[in-house]
């Protein structure tokens, strides 16, 4: 099971770190992914990161701006989000895939967590 949390509102410019804490199982062996979905428009791959940390992975639209990390001892991914801007805005979902590298096609993730919101305003 995947618990994203952290979403609320921000002014643009403004930081916001969301977490995703997972239970149930070994996820410390899958890579995991945040996605976003705006209102009328396709999930989106924001970040990936594979099992260990060690590579990540960042969608055109948030590079340099947003950090994907993962602390295995405490079963959690975070997102680490910087520099928002009115477009980020949507719903954010954490999700997992059986394998040890991230993918950045949501069809790939097995695992799932319900969205928080993100909500920037300008």
């Known amino acids: 099971q995947l618990q994203a949390s952290g979403g609320g509102l921000v002014q643009a410019g403004g930081s916001m770190r969301l977490s995703c804490a997972a239970s149930?199982?070994?996820?410390?062996?899958?890579?995991m992914g945040w996605f976003r979905q705006a209102p009328g428009k396709e999930r989106e791959f924001v970040a990936g990161?594979?099992?260990?940390?060690?590579?990540?992975y960042y969608g055109d639209s948030v590079k340099v701006r947003f950090t994907i990390s993962r602390d295995n001892a405490k079963n959690t991914v975070y997102l680490n989000m910087n520099s928002l801007k009115p477009e980020d805005t949507a719903a954010y979902y954490c999700?997992?895939?059986?394998?040890?590298?991230?993918?950045?096609?949501?069809?790939?993730?097995?695992?799932w967590g319900q969205g928080t919101q993100v909500t920037v305003s300008s």
């Open positions: 990161i594979s099992w260990s940390g060690g590579v990540t």
């Open positions: 999700a997992a895939v059986t394998t040890t590298q991230p993918k950045r096609n949501p069809d790939e993730y097995v695992y």
């Open positions: 149930g199982r070994t996820w410390s062996s899958y890579a």
